[in-house]
């Protein structure tokens, strides 16, 4: 189903895979990381809070990764996936100095998903309209970008989400209820 999707979105609104190529490539770590900044400065207790389940989740996901390493859809063009942002650009992935900060055999779970997914919690627990409408655009608009690039199949998100939210129940289990979990 996946490599139909994006069969159908190259076909007829390639403009909007592109756009997703640079979503998926300056809206992880170009976002993840100055948020993270932001919270800790602003918010110590709730960055607190939520670097510890970020860092129960990298735990688990390396755990994942090594025990079922999985080969992103992009890499099986035989099977009708095309290497969107290798074709379409921006390509800062293809790189011998890039290649060496990620393992290409890790899309299972999305990650690309699940840490959004983590901020669209703490963003919505703020109470803040705007953040609250932020909560769901951010990781709504990976979990599109991850399929149409074919970075993951859709279970790879699933899983993801399934990390995280594991992560905050043996975060829970390990420190209590804290103030900044909201």
């Not at 403009?15 to 993270?36: H, K, M, R």
């Not at 390396?62 to 079922?68: G, I, S």
């Not at 035989?78 to 290649?99: C, H, M, N, R, W």
């Not at 055999?105 to 627990?125: E, I, K, T």
Request: net charge neutral; hydrophobic share 55%.
């Amino acid at each position: 189903m996946e490599a139909e999707i994006q069969a159908w979105m190259l076909d007829h609104v390639k403009w909007a895979v592109i756009f997703f190529n640079w979503f998926y490539s300056l809206g992880f770590f170009p976002v993840i990381l100055p948020v993270a900044a932001l919270v800790f400065v602003m918010r110590p207790d709730t960055f607190t809070y939520y670097r510890n389940v970020f860092l129960i989740s990298i735990v688990i996901t390396w755990a994942l990764y090594a025990f079922y390493p999985l080969a992103p859809p992009r890499l099986i063009a035989e099977e009708g996936f095309v290497d969107t942002i290798a074709a379409l650009g921006p390509d800062f992935y293809s790189s011998k100095e890039s290649q060496s900060f990620y393992n290409a055999y890790s899309a299972m779970p999305s990650m690309h998903f699940g840490w959004p997914l983590l901020y669209g919690v703490m963003w919505f627990r703020t109470g803040n309209p705007w953040l609250r409408v932020l909560a769901f655009a951010y990781p709504s608009l990976l979990l599109v970008a991850v399929i149409v690039t074919a970075n993951h199949y859709f279970v790879d998100p699933l899983a993801g989400g399934l990390v995280v939210l594991a992560s905050f129940k043996l975060r829970s289990l390990l420190w209590g209820r804290a103030a900044g979990g909201g």
